[in-house]
């Protein structure tokens, strides 16, 4: 599955107390859209990892989607 990201997105994932915030520009929730949507067409147990050092904001926590069945 290829990943595209829209130019300038921006996106943070923060973790804690039972709960999850990801906060985005437009871009970044587009990007975020577009790649459920991709997702959505693989089979099962296909996954998304983002991170800091692949596509989140500096002090991001981890974040993975999977498709289940």
């Given at each position: 599955m290829k990943i595209?990201?829209?130019?300038g997105f921006s996106v943070k994932?923060?973790?804690g107390n039972g709960e999850v915030c990801i906060s985005a520009n437009?871009?970044?929730l587009l990007s975020l859209?577009?790649?459920l949507a991709a997702l959505?067409?693989?089979g099962a147990g296909s996954h998304i990892h983002y991170d800091e050092y692949n596509s989140?904001?500096?002090c991001?926590?981890?974040l993975i989607i999977e498709l289940i069945n």
């Open positions: 595209k990201w829209h130019d994932v923060k973790a437009r871009e970044g859209a577009d790649q959505a067409n693989e989140l904001e500096e991001s926590d981890e």
